[in-house]
Structure formats: C-alpha cells, structure tokens
C-alpha cells in the first residue's frame, strides 16, 4: 500500500466515488446518477496530492449483499492501520433510516482500528442553505436526532465536499484535518501573469488555477476583465497569485490605457511566469499577429519566463494535439520560442485539477531552470537603434490604420527618408517596447504624425 490511504465507505448513491475523483483530482472511479450501484468491487487508485503519495479506496454500497464482509476482509489484509483514514460518506438530505443503517454497518467495519480514524464526509455541499453546523443541528431544540448522536460519535470530525465545482482547497482541508497534511511552516511563492487576447479563456484559466471561481467571468462579446486583477489561493506547499488582464485588443479602451494598465500593473512585481493564453480553434489575423509579436512586448529576457496555456481543450475530442501545433506554423514557432513549455485546460471541468498540477509543474520547473529567480525585468525596453536586424519585425498591416490614418514610416508606408534616418514618430514609440507593439497589434493609435498619440512612461 501506499503511505498513506484513505477508504470510502457509505451508502448506494451518496458519493463516494465522485468524492474518490475529487481527492485525487481526476477521473478515477466511474461515476454517474443512477439508481444501482455504479460501483460493483472496491478499487483503489493512487496517485500524489499535494506531495503526499495517497492511495483511495472506493467500496461498493455497504449494504449490498455480502459487501460488509467483503469490506472487513480487504482492510484486514491490505490497510496498514497506522496510515490509514476513513471516510464515511454521508448525502447532505434527508437522514433516512436506511442512511443509519449504512452508517452503522460502516462503524462496524471500522471499530477495529477505532474510530479516531474516521470522519464524516458530507457531500453535495452546494446544497447547503447555510452552513454544515446549521445543517446538522437544525433541530437542536428537539431531542438529540439520529445524524447529531453519528456525529457525536465520531467526535465531531466532519467536513464536505462540492464535487460538482469545488476546488483544491476542500481537499487541502480534509488531508489537514486527517493529519495526512501538515500545515506548512513556510509558503513558496509564485506569481503568475495571464495574457491574451479578449475571449482566449484568460479569466476562467484563472479560477481553475486557483480552485474556485476568483474572477469575474462572462460570456459575452467585449472582454469581461477591465483592469489587471490578481487574486491568490493556498496550493499544497506554494501560495499561487494570478494576476488577469484585459485582452490586449480590448476595443472598449485604447492602446494607451491598456499599455498604461499592464506596465503599472508590473511595476515592481516579482513575475514567475508570463502565461500567453491562447484559445483552440481556427486562429484569426490577430491571434496570428499577438502569437509572433508577444514575446517582443517585455524584452529578450521574458521569454525564459513565458509559457504558453490552451484553453478550449474540451473541443479537442480525442484528437491530437501535438498534431493540431505541427500543423500551425505560428503556433508551432511562438511554442519553439517558449522552449517547449505549453499546458492545454478544459475550463468545464474545474474539479478534475490533474490539468492544474501539470499547469503548476511546468511553471517550477521553468523556475528552477531560472535559478529560482522570479522575471524582474519586465519593463519597458527601448528597440536597438544601432542594429536593424535585431528591431522585430512590423506586424503585418495595410498603409490604413484601422482608425483611418497613414502607417508610420518604416513599417509599411512609403518612406522618403533616407536608410537610417530616424523619424520623431520612431523616436517616440521606440521608447517603450510594450506600448509599441500594442500600438501595431491594434493599429488603434497608428497616425503618421506623433501627435495621434503620446509616449507611455
């Protein structure tokens, strides 16, 4: 057996396999509404929870025919008394007779190890009209009910699951309360920076890094994030803040402000990791233009810093992804760029946070590579004037801005001056690399003169 283990025990239907999936953090038991048991043998899946290596135990309906037995047996021959924990699984509903008697079948089954290792698991949490105390003593003014002497019995040891959209965080709670998880003495810091355009998943990647829903998220057709917002989450050993931004082609605002927004947003911050997010599917002009020109934006030192996130994975449909990136070349070259290091999210399924344990790897591991130091120097960074070879290249635009006017000399016009003279239009956008490169990504701003716009310091 693994270190440590923990057996789920209750009822038909009140799930303990989805609360076998929620710990682990993936789909491992099957489960489903029905109105048979789903789980017909005990199984037992392992795999690291917050760097504990735990093996769960799903069990069948305890009272089914000859289960108890079977139960009994099992823990006999494989638990290791010393580093196992039960978990009675009770359905937040009505504390039905038949509910007793499954609980009381499984006490009988725990009693030889003493019920100092057991805990009450009350699921469907999300039904909760106020609180799990509230629940269970809604009727304290009446003589001492059924589910308050259970609870009374196992010493008030209780918790609860959402297994529809809770997070990590219940499952931290539940390992503490076992024992099985110590609180840390120190947190791991880690500072992470999503960017995109509006409607890549940025928001929604966000709430599933963190575990629960931090950031407002809509599905409408202008960018739901305004501002940058950063919101942060207790992970296992590391205290984890996202930090959201707006779309850079937020068409509500201009270039100016959200050039303006993200650099005092990074002024002074200690970045981890700059995460581009990209949505799956057919890639539009601007996708294509913010793919080649973002790791532009911060200077030559942020791309040992930056990874690349998809979102949208559910339409994946069993297909591969590594030939949907073969087969796009801007995709293909920007992952090339950011060494390799790429995750793909399903933000539908919030619960199954294997994908965010990838997600966090490969974001300390990039740490590691950079000697634990986090990306200071995200600032504005003048182009090279000395060398025009190392100035990246324009992004791709008719002489007409969107806004009406001329392209700037030098990146698309007709320029009469002659080779490296240096207009006050370049000397002005060359002060700023980020503001420059939004500027051309959105061609919002885009004016012949310099007076269509201003410097951002």
């Keep these: 057996m693994a270190r440590h283990s923990i057996v789920l025990l209750g009822h038909t239907g009140v799930g303990k396999s989805a609360s076998g999936n929620t710990i682990l953090g993936r789909t491992a038991f099957e489960s489903k509404a029905t109105f048979t048991s789903v789980t017909t043998e005990i199984k037992k899946e392992t795999d690291t929870v917050f760097g504990r290596e735990i093996s769960v135990i799903d069990t069948p309906g305890i009272l089914s025919e000859g289960i108890e037995t079977e139960i009994q047996t099992f823990c006999k021959e494989n638990l290791d008394s010393s580093s196992c924990r039960f978990l009675v699984v009770v359905k937040i509903d009505r504390f039905t007779k038949e509910q007793l008697e499954a609980v009381n079948a499984t006490i009988r089954v725990i009693e030889p190890y003493g019920l100092d290792q057991a805990y009450l698991l009350f699921t469907r949490a999300d039904h909760l009209a106020g609180t799990l105390e509230e629940f269970i003593n809604k009727e304290k003014e009446s003589p001492e009910s059924p589910l308050q002497r259970i609870v009374r019995k196992f010493g008030g040891r209780v918790c609860s699951f959402d297994n529809r959209n809770g997070g990590?965080?219940?499952?931290?709670?539940?390992?503490?309360?076992?024992?099985?998880?110590?609180?840390?003495e120190s947190l791991e810091k880690r500072k992470i920076v999503l960017y995109g355009l509006s409607g890549a998943g940025k928001t929604s990647s966000g709430n599933t890094i963190l575990g629960s829903k931090k950031f407002k998220s809509d599905c409408g057709f202008e960018s739901s994030t305004k501002t940058c917002v950063s919101k942060s989450a207790i992970i296992g050993s590391q205290e984890i803040t996202v930090m959201d931004t707006p779309g850079v082609d937020d068409s509500s605002r201009s270039p100016q402000e959200v050039a303006k927004d993200l650099l005092g947003a990074l002024c002074g911050e200690h970045v981890h990791a700059l995460v581009i997010v990209v949505k799956i599917g057919k890639l539009s002009k601007e996708d294509c233009s913010f793919l080649q020109y973002f790791p532009s934006m911060f200077g030559p030192d942020a791309l040992r810093s930056t990874m690349v996130l998809f979102t949208h994975g559910d339409g994946l449909g069993g297909e591969s992804f590594e030939e949907k990136i073969r087969a796009n070349k801007e995709v293909s070259q920007l992952i090339e760029q950011c060494k390799e290091r790429y995750c793909v999210f399903d933000n539908t399924q919030c619960s199954n946070w294997q994908q965010v344990r990838n997600f966090l790897q490969i974001v300390d591991k990039m740490v590691q590579q950079n000697g634990e130091q986090p990306c200071d120097r995200l600032e504005a960074t003048p182009f090279p004037q000395q060398d025009d070879n190392s100035r990246p290249k324009p992004f791709p635009q008719s002489s007409q801005s969107r806004s009406g006017g001329n392209a700037p000399s030098g990146y698309g016009s007709t320029d009469p001056?002659?080779?490296?003279?240096?207009?006050?239009?370049?000397?002005?956008?060359?002060?700023?690399?980020?503001?420059?490169?939004?500027?051309?990504?959105?061609?919002?701003?885009?004016?012949?003169?310099h007076d269509g716009y201003e410097p951002i310091n």
């Design 168 to 184: 990590p965080d219940q499952v931290k709670e539940l390992l503490q309360k076992t024992g099985i998880l110590s609180a840390p």
């Design 417 to 449: 001056r002659s080779p490296g003279e240096e207009s006050s239009d370049e000397r002005i956008s060359s002060s700023c690399c980020l503001c420059q490169c939004l500027r051309y990504l959105l061609c919002g701003c885009c004016q012949s003169g």
